[in-house]
């Protein structure tokens, strides 16, 4: 069965593209493009989405005429633009975004990379957000990419990580020229300039945010991230993270035991104690010792092996890298057994997701693809606008490219960055929404002929934290065992929807269990195939009335 998607844009009322400022310099400001969110902000059940923009630059210009869009989700994969309304005003020269309840109210609320200072927005629960970046102490003030949120010491808080990428200015940016190209210049390499240290800010419970990159360990590596994702890759009940960093060893962040006394920090009882480790973990590098320029990271179990792996996407003439977790913080480079080597080193990607597209209960694979600069006019060109990638998983390690026969997308040629996947018509098979660079942004609706069904779970957390990020959902009686996490961040720039989706094939219910992050343990037995709310502690599950489930 081959996946297939169908673009849905203007026609739908998705009507967006991005404003980068680009000048005919090709600085290096204007390259990463913007990402994509997908969330229920007004509580109907329904993803909305939200896509980030640039501004006209230098930012002391005060550009107001280039805002992001939030898109309420009417039904039937139709769209309405209410920024407006919202009061999600959100202006600037925005990368990324990440979604959480921050306060623990039952509304998802949004936060904003920038170049320069990020946003942090409270949903209000009345269809309208504030700016709250003053009061939670989240600003932020160097050029972001990425950002991920996830519980990270285990107080039933979200927490916040933020990937910085480059130190450069907006004023006067580092230009090289080139008197071949036909503008004068060509893009900067990230190699000529300095990296700038991550963020970690911890939740205070009470609505504030305190940073303690430095007590945590995490200062003073000065990485170039672009993408993170938090995960329990080890089982051992404390999530990892792990950043993609262009060009030097990516980051591998691991817990050591808690101190004793505890470390007291801005009010809070214990701040967790990271050591990096990607390079003994197998993560740091190709399998060549090479650091990549890295981009995108999807995280999932795609061999089934009861472990999420890692799959990153890299620069053109470069293959993207799948690292098989074997378990105890072990990864094995296996890109070219999974037969994903060859098929990407004509391509430079960003957004990644896996997804289980066609309900089998194998995750699956998209790309978006597209170069950073313009370089046609080289003696030995490369592309610069790209076409995506869809591969599908071939239940033995494996994947094909099925791009070909996906869809009209798949034919066409893209500037794709931020990738977001969540159901958007609730119909009980996933979608895509990416971020492009000049042209219009799109979803992709999930058209899969013949696919099974499918569970699609909204975690609610009472004493784990409220939007169960590092939750462990394992579909039980299943043969090989499907096992999903959801994990905080991924992809790029992006925020994929917080739920679980398990494709159940052509079973009509199913019995899942739960590892909750505060460590307890829950089953849930003869659950219809359709989407359904889950509170921890709270043996009845409710079904979640959206949409037509599971055609």
């Not at 936060?111 to 970046?133: E, S």
């Not at 950002?147 to 200015?169: I, M, P, R, T």
């Not at 893009?187 to 945010?209: E, N």
């Not at 977001?420 to 999930?446: C, E, F, I, K």
Request: charged share 20%.
């Amino acid at each position: 069965m081959v996946p297939s998607f169908r673009m849905v844009g203007r026609e739908g009322g998705l009507d967006f593209e991005r404003y980068d400022d680009m000048q005919g310099q090709r600085r290096i400001l204007e390259v990463n493009g913007g990402g994509v969110a997908l969330f229920d902000f007004d509580g109907d059940a329904l993803l909305d989405v939200f896509f980030t923009n640039g501004c006209r630059l230098p930012l002391k210009l005060g550009d107001r005429q280039h805002r992001g869009a939030l898109f309420q989700n009417l039904g039937g994969m139709r769209f309405r633009n209410v920024i407006d309304e919202s009061l999600l005003v959100q202006f600037g020269y925005t990368h990324g975004c990440a979604v959480g309840d921050y306060d623990s109210d039952g509304f998802a609320d949004l936060y904003v990379t920038a170049l320069g200072r990020n946003t942090f927005w409270r949903n209000n629960g009345d269809g309208t957000f504030a700016d709250v970046t003053d009061e939670t102490a989240t600003a932020v003030p160097q050029w972001s990419s990425s950002a991920a949120f996830a519980d990270v010491n285990g107080d039933g808080h979200v927490d916040l990580y933020v990937v910085n990428y480059l130190d450069e200015s907006d004023e006067s940016p580092t230009l090289c020229p080139n008197a071949a190209s036909p503008d004068g210049y060509e893009g900067c390499s990230p190699a000529i300039f300095d990296g700038v240290d991550d963020a970690l800010l911890l939740s205070d419970g009470a609505g504030r945010f305190v940073d303690v990159t430095a007590a945590a360990g995490i200062a003073g590596l000065k990485g170039k991230g672009l993408g993170v994702v938090i995960c329990d890759f080890d089982l051992n009940g404390s999530p990892e993270i792990y950043v993609a960093n262009d060009g030097q060893a990516n980051f591998l962040f691991v817990q050591r035991a808690a101190p004793s006394p505890p470390v007291a920090t801005g009010g809070l009882p214990v701040v967790p104690q990271f050591e990096e480790r990607a390079l003994t973990a197998g993560v740091a590098l190709s399998e060549s010792g090479y650091a990549q320029a890295s981009m995108g990271i999807a995280a999932g179990d795609y061999d089934a092996s009861g472990t999420t792996d890692l799959f990153l996407t890299h620069f053109f003439n470069d293959s993207n890298t799948l690292y098989a977790n074997r378990g105890g913080l072990v990864f094995e480079d296996a890109t070219r057994a999974s037969r994903l080597g060859a098929t990407s080193r004509r391509s430079l990607g960003f957004g990644t997701e896996f997804l289980d597209a066609d309900n089998n209960g194998w995750l699956d694979l998209f790309v978006a693809n597209g170069h950073v600069d313009e370089r046609t006019w080289m003696e030995h060109g490369e592309p610069y606008r790209m076409r995506p990638q869809m591969y599908r998983n071939e239940h033995d390690g494996t994947f094909v490219e099925v791009s070909n026969w996906s869809g009209d997308y798949f034919e066409q040629e893209w500037l794709g960055r931020g990738l977001a996947v969540g159901d958007l018509d609730r119909d009980g098979r996933l979608d895509v929404a990416v971020n492009h660079q000049l042209a219009p942004s799109l979803a992709l609706r999930n058209e899969t002929g013949g696919g099974g069904r499918s569970l699609t779970l909204r975690l609610v957390g009472t004493q784990s934290n409220r939007n169960g990020y590092g939750a462990r959902v394992e579909l039980l009686e299943s043969e090989p065992p499907l096992v999903r996490e959801l994990c905080g961040g991924g992809s790029f720039q992006a925020a994929s929807a917080a739920e679980v989706h398990l494709g159940l094939g052509d079973r009509a219910h199913a019995t899942i269990r739960i590892r909750w992050p505060s460590g307890a343990v829950e089953s849930r037995a003869g659950l219809a195939a359709g989407a359904w709310t889950i509170i921890e502690g709270q043996a009845a599950p409710s079904r979640r009335a959206e949409g037509v489930l599971n055609r």
